[in-house]
């Protein structure tokens, strides 16, 4: 079987009103693959982020991953969302301990063990380890970020949904969040499709950025970034720069109609 994480996005749409929403959008992510979505505030992002996830379902068009239909929430699409919360009252630890509970269940202590050191290893891989029994109010916003990023990865989507995840972050906390992504997501290459309206984001991250058009939003053109990883966004390559000012336009003569 090929690896999973495929996903088509075939001709959807979901409009609240004629001008807003998320008008027809058709997408094809590889399996592995890293894509963002940018564009106006309003265009529709999170719409389509949560027709993905199975939260809403759209008017027409549909959702498939590896084949399958998606219409409801499943474990195998994660998300980390930016008003995502954790569990309040439960451990960083205990908070990812529960993602784990459909792949390692039971209520022995054989299996406790298990989750317990697996959700050790996944807060280790976001440098939360020293810090799995804190309370998520004790946690910063940025360290509560990584957490979730922990939780998400431990059920082992096939895909993980990221919107806008690192928006409430200051510069510093969100360059180094975007590091550790990029390390875990190159060691795991879980298929990512990833909502930012920050275009450096975006060119940092991905293999493709999708350029969404406002009120009713849909993709108006999609690039594929060739710079090779590691990437800097505090010093972008000649692609990253040429890509930076070719998407702006888009999105300012899209805004400007
Ligand atoms: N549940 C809803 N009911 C009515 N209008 C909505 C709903 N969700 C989103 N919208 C509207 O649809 C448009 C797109 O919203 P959204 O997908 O959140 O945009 P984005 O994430 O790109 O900023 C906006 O005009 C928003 O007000
Ligand atoms: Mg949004």
Redo the contacts with the bound molecule.
Sequence with gaps: MSAPGAVEITAVEKL?SPT???GETTLSLEPGSFHSLV?P???????LLNIVAGFTSPDTGDVLLDGRPVTAPTPEVGVVFQQYALFPWLSARANVEIALQRLVPGAGLRARRRRRDLALDYLDSVRMADHADSFPAQLSGGMQQRVALARALAAEPALLLMDEPFGALDATTRRHTQELLMRVWGKRRTTVLF?THDVDEALLLSDTVHVMSP?P?AVVDSHTVHTPRPRDSTRPDSEQTRLRGMILRTIDHSIAQ
Excluded: D, Q
Excluded at 41 to 47: E, I
């Design positions: 609240f807003s929403g998320l564009g505030s309003g265009c529709g992002k999170s719409t909502v009120s939003g």
